[in-house]
């Protein structure tokens, strides 16, 4: 399936069952959300997720373009992504778990044509405040998927306080021959969809109190399911990322995770870019800037010459189509180009004083603050490009 087959079969299983489209948003979230970003299709939800009614009811369906900076550090394996497509399900106080989960087996069975056999379920197994989640556990039995129960693998929350609750994690074996063990013992078994029960609130105490409504929220990362039905290894594999990755196999010469690095993070630049964020020393912009200097550090520890005006424009185009932005591509690769002008300047500047620095001995961590604090260079920058301090 291409991803728009995937996103067609997704929606339109769960129109068949009631859910009408949320509108998708930027990946800027909504005001008050103390996020920097849209990490989940469930952001721009929070308040009917609360209880609020929905100008579209109770069942809800979309895709909504997602960046998570806790996987910066991630990317590289096989499976993390900085930008990714999130496809999204909502009850808004209607059906609870088991429909969910029966509803998501029929889905990856029929729908998208997995094997059963290929699929394990992890289960809240309860812990001091909440016991195991036995009707989860009872519906993957019933339906004849493995269930492996943990703790706090399996209790979603938005942050030490507020709405949270128990949920349940799809796998899919991605191993070659029959699948083995336990997703918790072997990576080859991959999450691709989380099912979680918004049934309480989390007080600054730590007590737990049931929510006025009881929700669920299902997300399901569009490039690892794209990757489980074209069998592939990786991610990197997808339609949506092998644009920048031919683009800069055809350029540059680069070990595999440097590839995967270079290609996400450019990418990522591209649809953050696209929904108006602009590189700057704080917020949004800074991870901006971190993601186009990542990729630039990793381009130029090899060779320096590198640039990012020799990129050709199709991966720029083929992104911004799709994650359905209206951005003008050649303005975004201005804007790429003038934050790599940057990047120069400040490696310019900042070589000398890290020489001079290094002249005294090894930094120590007061260089690496004095470093970074009076001068803007980052500890990776100076490891990376401006030599190691030993």
Known sequence: MTPEQIVRTFVDHFHRRGHRCAPETSLIPPPGDPVLFTTSGMHPLTPYLAGRPHPSGRRLVNVQRCLRTTDLNEVGDRTHLTVFDMLGSWSLGDYGIAQSLRWGYELLGDGFGIDPGRLHA??????????????????????????????????????????????????????DGAPTGTPGGDDRWMEVWNHVQMRYHRHDDGRLTPLRQSSIDT????????????????????????????????????????????????????????????????????????????????????????????????????????????????????????????????????????????????????????????????????????????
């Open 122 to 175: 992890t289960v809240f197994g309860g812990d001091e405040q909440v016991g195991p989640d036995q009707i989860a556990l009872e519906t993957w039995t019933a339906l004849g998927v493995p269930v492996e129960l943990t703790r706090g693998e399996n209790w979603w929350s938005n942050g030490p306080t507020g709405p949270c609750g128990p949920d349940s994690e799809i796998f899919v074996w991605t191993g």
């Open 219 to 390: 997300g399901m990362g569009l490039e690892r399911l794209e990757m489980v039905l074209r069998g592939g290894r990786s991610v990197f594999e997808c339609a949506g990322l092998t644009p920048w990755v031919d683009s800069v196999r055809g350029l540059w010469r680069l070990d595999e995770e440097s590839l995967r690095v270079v290609s996400d993070h450019l990418r990522s630049a591209v649809v953050v870019l696209g929904d108006d964020v602009r590189p700057s020393t704080t917020g949004r912009g800074y991870v901006l800037r971190r993601l186009v200097r990542r990729a630039l550090t990793t381009l130029w520890r090899d060779d320096p010459s590198r640039t990012l005006s020799e990129l050709p424009v199709e991966p720029y185009v083929d992104t911004v189509r799709r994650f359905r932005q209206q951005a003008e591509v050649g303005r975004l690769r201005e804007l790429l180009s003038d934050e790599e002008r940057r990047f120069r300047g400040l490696l310019l500047r900042g070589r000398p004083v890290v020489d001079r620095c290094r002249s005294r001995g090894p930094l120590t961590e007061q260089d690496y603050r004095w470093l970074h604090d009076t001068h803007g260079l980052p500890r990776d920058l100076v490891d990376g490009l401006l030599g190691k301090g030993g």
